[in-house]
């Protein structure tokens, strides 16, 4: 049974700061890691993706990697109130047709 | 570029009743996917189809729930007959083949009374 973990939050920090949001997975064999941000009432968006042990950087988000520790992160520099919502990570094997596991979500509340 | 469709956008039924959702995915997608989000929980697959074939059902429970996607474009989702813990949001979602970034249509919210 392949699991997501995310700390459900919520995870509140000021405009400004770096908001880090934080998961692991069970499955070894996972490949891709995706970062979907869903506002409330609405549907998930993907924000990124990240194959490769390390960092990626798109703007003011930079997922990390470390498959060794089985971790995968998002950090948001310069947060802003629009920020505010639930942000779920999900994993696949990356083999042909495979499937996303999303975890629960950690909820973010960026105060102005 | 059209985002994936949904209908309805809500539904309110009672137990044992039954239910159907449509989704259109994206124009050239032949990869359509459903999922279920109970509220406060992540998104979780219900059936996934390449075309108009099944390639991943795992998660669907077949006694009472049914999908197809005959023409392999647009595809329905039936839920017969309904429990209360079937209350949530049915999410469609589409992606090219190659890739495995999904596009979510608005969902549809169910509520079993």
């Known amino acids: 049974q392949k699991e997501v973990e995310q700390n459900s939050g919520p995870l509140s920090v000021p405009e400004g700061a770096i908001a880090s949001l934080n998961c692991t997975y069970s499955?070894?064999?996972?490949?891709?890691f995706f970062w979907y941000r869903q506002y409330s009432g609405k549907s998930p968006e993907l924000i990124m993706f990240?194959?490769?042990?390390g960092d990626k950087e798109d703007g003011r988000f930079t997922a990390q990697l470390n498959k060794a520790s089985q971790y995968v992160s998002l950090l948001i520099r310069d947060s802003q109130p629009s920020d505010s919502a639930t942000y779920l990570c999900a994993v696949t094997m990356n083999s042909g047709y495979s499937t996303l596991t999303f975890g629960k979500g950690t909820m973010l509340l960026v105060s102005p | 570029e059209a985002g994936v469709a949904q209908s309805p956008r809500y539904k309110i039924i009672e137990k044992r009743q039954s239910v159907a959702f449509w989704c259109n995915p994206i124009s050239g997608h032949a990869t359509l996917y459903w999922y279920q989000q109970i509220l406060g929980q992540g998104p979780k697959l219900l059936i996934q189809f390449q075309n108009n074939g099944v390639v991943d059902d795992s998660q669907l429970p077949k006694d009472r729930f049914s999908a197809e996607r005959l023409k392999g474009v647009d595809s329905t989702l039936k839920i017969q007959p309904a429990k209360l813990e079937d209350s949530a949001v049915y999410l469609c979602a589409s992606s090219l083949s190659s890739s495995n970034e999904q596009f979510f249509g608005p969902g549809t919210r169910l509520t079993v009374l």
């Open positions: 499955d070894r064999g996972s490949q891709s």
């Open positions: 990240i194959y490769s042990n």
